[in-house]
Antibody, heavy 119, light 110 residues
Framework: QLQLQESGPGLVKPSETLSLTCTVS??????????WAWIRQPPGKGLEWIGN???????YYNPSLKSRVAISVDTSKNQFSLNLRSVTAADTAVYYC???????????WGRGTLVTVSS | QSALTQPASVSGSPGQSITISCTGT?????????VSWYQQNPGKAPKLMIY???QRPSGVSNRFSGSKSGNTASLTISGLQAEDEADYYC??????????FGGGTKLTVL
């Protein structure tokens, strides 16, 4: 059964780069039926799509975050990663990795990881 | 790309039916049959409940149904049960390889 697991620092300083990795287990990230996405949720607030990547490297980002975000896929490690630059307290959130197909619904989610931006 | 509009909260008694609305625009909900709905319990990841406006994934109770009219999508839960109490989020494809979520609705079972 395919599973997703986020990993990375739980605390990042303001102005630095937030880096997270999602490990795909029980299946292949190179499955050409799916995209691999990052979604976040500030404490007590709603969900926000950050962006996604296809296994081949094609990426798509939320316009509001596009200038600071990079998502990449490492097929050799069956992982995909999120880098968010120049973070502020507003980037404090639970970050989820997720999977979606060509019809843009997220059918598989990781458990999420809380990242706090603070000095 | 603005968030979809959902009521902040809805409530109902066990056995009743409730409907959660999700209003977008002609650029998102109104243009594509790609609305999905998610249930989120406290401290948990969201769970897919409805996809492609009205399709139900395997394993999701048939008490959950989705519909759409114009720029507004709806999630209806019939035969309300205590276990349905959760936050619910709608999501729509918004063109240009992007999606937008709603602000979320807290369902209280009285």
């Amino acid at each position: 059964q395919l599973q997703l697991q986020e990993s990375g620092p739980g605390l990042v300083k303001p102005s630095e780069t937030l880096s997270l990795t999602c490990t795909v287990s029980g299946g292949s990230i190179s499955d050409n039926s799916y995209y691999w996405a990052w979604i976040r949720q500030p404490p007590g607030k709603g969900l926000e799509w950050i962006g996604n990547s296809y296994y081949s490297g094609n990426t798509y980002y939320n316009p509001s975050l596009k200038s600071r975000v990079a998502i990449s896929v490492d097929t050799s490690k069956n992982q995909f990663s999120l880098n968010l630059r120049s973070v502020t307290a507003a980037d404090t959130a639970v970050y989820y990795c997720a999977r979606h197909g060509f019809y843009w619904y997220f059918d598989l989610w990781g458990r999420g990881t809380l990242v706090t931006v603070s000095s | 790309q603005s968030a979809l509009t959902q009521p902040a909260s809805v409530s109902g008694s066990p056995g009743q039916s409730i409907t959660i609305s999700c209003t977008g625009t002609s650029s998102d909900i109104g243009s594509y049959n790609l609305v999905s709905w998610y249930q989120q319990n406290p401290g948990k990841a969201p769970k897919l409940m409805i996809y492609e406006d009205s399709q139900r994934p395997s394993g999701v109770s048939n008490r959950f149904s989705g519909s759409k009219s114009g720029n507004t999508a709806s999630l209806t839960i019939s035969g309300l049960q205590a276990e349905d109490e959760a936050d619910y989020y709608c999501c729509s494809y918004a063109g240009s390889n992007s999606v937008v979520f709603g602000g979320g609705t807290k369902l209280t079972v009285l």
